[in-house]
């Protein structure tokens, strides 16, 4: 808990990089490979709603979606059957010595959603100000 007794943005991200790094693992030891690093491109939260000190947060983070490069997830924050926040990242995979398609962990070449979309055009948005 954060010193205004609820809690603090940070850990809403160490609970996605828990999430997301359990897939992985999973992914790759269902598939043989051996297991890859992951690297964040974006991240983005919606606070809905304050996690007060006790209750008890529930985290569901599923694959959005991929494209040529990077891989989605989307990740739903409960405290019982309240939506509390909402997040998503897009990062791309690597063994130590280089990139890695999504390819290697799903079967199709591209799986886009209207949110990913989205996303990406007002990420293009924002960076396109510099």
Not at 48 to 77: A, I, M, N, P
């Amino acid at each position: 808990m954060g010193w205004r007794d609820h809690l603090p943005n940070y850990r809403y991200l160490s609970f996605i990089e828990l999430n997301i790094t359990k897939w992985i693992v999973e992914c790759c030891h269902h598939k043989g490979i051996p297991n890859l690093f992951w690297i964040i491109s974006m991240q983005e939260m919606v606070y809905l709603k304050e996690v007060r000190f006790l209750e008890k947060l529930t985290v569901k983070s599923q694959l959005e979606g991929w494209d040529k490069k990077y891989l989605y997830f989307q990740h739903h924050f409960f405290v019982n059957n309240s939506l509390m926040a909402i997040g998503m990242t897009k990062f791309m995979l690597k063994t130590k010595k280089e990139l890695k398609l999504p390819q290697i962990l799903v079967n199709e070449d591209s799986h886009p959603s209207a949110v990913i979309d989205t996303w990406n055009a007002h990420q293009t948005a924002i960076k396109s100000q510099n």
